[in-house]
C-alpha cells in the first residue's frame, strides 16, 4: 500500500526561525558577535517562583487537561490586566490561553486570510509570519520599520 501526502504536507519545510538559529549558532562559533532573535528563547533562566509554582502544581496533581480555553481564574487575572494596563473593557470571554504566540498567529490566518488576500507585515518581523501567511494562500505586503522612526509604523510607507 502506498500512502500519499496532501499537496499541504509535501510543501512543509523546516521552520524559518529554526533555519536562522543554526545560522546565527554557525556564526557564533566562528566567533562573531551574534544578538539572537530568531526563536524567543529567553537568555534567562526561568524565575524562582515560577519553577516553585510549577513544582508545586505538580505535587498537588494540577497535571491534567484543562477548558480548552484557558483556566477560569487565569483567564479573569488577564482580562483584569487587560483592563487596568491598556483600559480596554475585557472579561473571561475575551480571553483565550494557549501554549506560546505561534498557535494564535496559525488561528489568525486560518480565521481571516484567504486566497488572494494582502497581508500587512512589518519588517523586521518574526519569521513564521510569512510561511503561515503563505499556505493560506495570501500574499505577505512589506513594510520597513524605521530606526528614525523609532522602529513604528510611518503611514508615509503604507
Known sequence: MTVELSTF?????????FTVLATAKELQAAGKDVVELEIGDS???????????????IEQNH???????????????????????????AERENVVVAPGAK???Q??????L????????????FP???PNIERRGARPVFTPLKQANDFRPDVADI
Open 114 to 125: 484567504n486566497p488572494g488576500d494582502g497581508v500587512l507585515v512589518f519588517s523586521p518581523y
Open 103 to 105: 498557535i494564535f498567529e
Open 43 to 57: 537568555p534567562f533562566d526561568s524565575a524562582l517562583a515560577a519553577k516553585t509554582a510549577g513544582i508545586e502544581a
Open 63 to 89: 497535571s491534567h487537561y484543562c477548558p480548552s480555553p484557558g483556566l477560569p481564574e487565569f483567564r479573569d487575572a488577564a482580562a483584569r490586566m487587560v483592563r487596568e494596563e491598556f483600559g480596554i473593557p
Open 9 to 17: 504536507a509535501k510543501s512543509l519545510t523546516a521552520e524559518t526561525a
Open 128 to 130: 513564521t509570519y510569512v
Open 107 to 112: 488561528f489568525f490566518c486560518e480565521a481571516f
